[in-house]
């Protein structure tokens, strides 16, 4: 299996190949960059059909977690995590504490955090082996709220440059995709008076949306196709594709998903078509804002955390007017904004 000539391999610092036959640990941690700071990025379990899935989404999360802590000003690197196997079955005790001994043997040059199928709870047992964790209980928590917000945040910012104003009443709103984040960025549309139309694999996620935020449940497929105001996409990655795009009815794609165009030229084909794009890793980066605020000497302060997750909307702000001034798609003028800052310093 070939790393050096993948397609997301970018100067990765580090890559490590991890696994524990006791506990049947595979993990795999790739460090982006630690020009900023030490690389920071949350471990995602993960059923990969093959462990060449597995290198490609770690690669291309790192790298994206580089770009993320830059715009959102952090003083950390870029880095990721992957363990591989069915979250249903194989979580143990023996494995997040097997996985935390191999964080304690990076010293620091990585620090994980909850993401996709790990919980707080999780991270509080890989604690067990290691301080090289952040999103601790008692400390800052669960993100999800917070990229929630910043995420709601981003929609209105969107919307408000797109029509003039952020109202979102009576808009609508495709989501797909109903996890922890997701749920919470319902509830801010709900009360923001959008109208949901959402969709989801695990059908008890979809069911509490609908019964909670009065949403319209449509199929796995048909979210594409709907004849909504915004798509936001909040499950996996690259929804955004050549089979995909020709069915968005949106003109504004805005979500919680890491990684939604499927390759960089897509952005430039939503830019044609006058479909504005808010980059995903300027618009979900409140989780990490908020893990941030717990390594403050005087203790984590959730106004202070909650305050540096609403400057998401001034980001997506500047970086929509830079795209209609240079005529480039906006993720394009995001990385352009984060190499300046990894380049300069904060």
Not at 58 to 72: D, E, F, H, I, P
Not at 201 to 223: G, K, L
Request: hydrophobic share 40%; glycine share 10%; net charge negative.
């Amino acid at each position: 299996m070939a790393v050096f000539n993948q397609v997301e391999f970018d100067n990765h610092e580090q890559v490590v190949f991890c696994s524990d036959k006791e506990s049947g640990l595979k993990a795999i941690i790739a460090v982006h960059s630690t020009k900023l700071g030490p690389a920071v990025g949350g471990c995602r379990m993960w059923d990969y059909a093959k462990d060449e899935d597995a290198v490609y989404d770690v690669l291309r999360l790192s790298k994206g977690m580089t770009y993320k802590n830059a715009v959102a000003r952090l003083p950390f690197g870029g880095g990721k995590s992957v363990i591989i196997g069915d979250a249903k079955t194989i979580k143990s005790e023996a494995l997040f504490r097997a996985f935390g001994k191999q964080l304690e043997r990076l010293g620091g040059t990585y620090y994980s955090a909850e993401d996709v199928n790990i919980t707080t709870g999780d991270v509080m047992t890989m604690h067990k082996e290691t301080n090289y964790v952040m999103g601790l209980e008692g400390k800052s928590g669960n993100p999800s709220p917070f990229t929630a917000l910043g995420t709601f945040l981003g929609i209105k910012a969107a919307y408000k440059h797109k029509h003039g104003h952020e109202d979102l009443n009576g808009v609508k709103v495709s989501v797909q995709g109903l996890g922890a984040v997701a749920y919470s960025l319902c509830k801010h549309l709900h009360e923001a008076g959008a109208q949901l139309f959402v969709t989801d694999i695990n059908q008890e996620s979809v069911d509490r949306v609908v019964n909670d935020f009065n949403a319209t449940a449509v199929n796995i497929d048909e979210i594409y196709d709907l004849d909504v105001d915004v798509y936001a996409p909040c499950a996996l990655g690259a929804t955004v594709n050549d089979d995909t795009i020709p069915r968005i009815k949106a003109q504004i794609i805005a979500g919680c998903a890491n990684n939604q165009l499927a390759e960089s030229r897509h952005g430039e084909i939503l830019r044609e078509k006058g479909v504005l794009y808010a980059p995903d890793y300027v618009i979900n980066a409140g989780g990490i804002i908020n893990v941030y605020y717990e390594t403050k000497p005087a203790g984590y302060n959730e106004a202070d955390a909650t305050k540096h997750v609403e400057g998401i909307y001034d980001t997506l702000a500047e970086i929509f007017k830079r795209s209609e001034e240079e005529q480039k798609s906006t993720h394009i003028i995001a990385d352009e904004l984060a190499q300046e800052i990894i380049a300069n310093g904060l």
